[in-house]
Nanobody, 124 residues
Framework: QVQLAESGGGLVQAGGSLRLSCAAS????????MGWFRQAPGKEREFVAT????????YYADSVKGRFTISRNNARNTVYLQMNSLKPEDTAVYYC?????????????????WGQGTQVTVSS
């Protein structure tokens, strides 16, 4: 399995921006579709965005469409989540995940490797 490590979380005011990174190690990165999920306190982990192995296909949750951008750099074994126009309801722990089999999935169960998460807090 690939090992994943998120970074870039923090505290930001509403309307601000953050860029999350997820560095992969242990296996060839470009065999994995990658996803971002988030989990707010007391809620289930939910899908945010996913990107195909090549980066040519992308899919977003409706709640972040137009505000968040997922991208990847296969040469650097890294996937990114640029988050703009942040809202207090975006507050959560953000996780990146790797999927070798399905591709562009929004289902948590389709991802076999997960990072430890990074906290994003948006103040009003």
């Amino acid at each position: 399995q690939v090992q994943l490590a998120e970074s870039g979380g923090g505290l930001v005011q509403a309307g601000g921006s953050l860029r999350l990174s997820c560095a992969a190690s242990g296996r060839t990165f470009n065999i994995y579709a990658m996803g971002w999920f988030r989990q707010a306190p007391g809620k289930e982990r939910e899908f945010v965005a996913t990107i195909s192995r090549s980066g040519g296909s992308i899919y977003y949750a409706d709640s972040v469409k137009g505000r968040f951008t997922i991208s990847r750099n296969n040469a650097r074994n890294t996937v990114y989540l640029q988050m703009n126009s942040l809202k207090p309801e975006d507050t959560a722990v953000y996780y990146c995940a790797a999927d070798q089999e399905y591709g562009l999935s929004s289902r948590r169960s389709d991802y076999e490797s997960w990072g430890q998460g990074t906290q994003v807090t948006v103040s009003s």
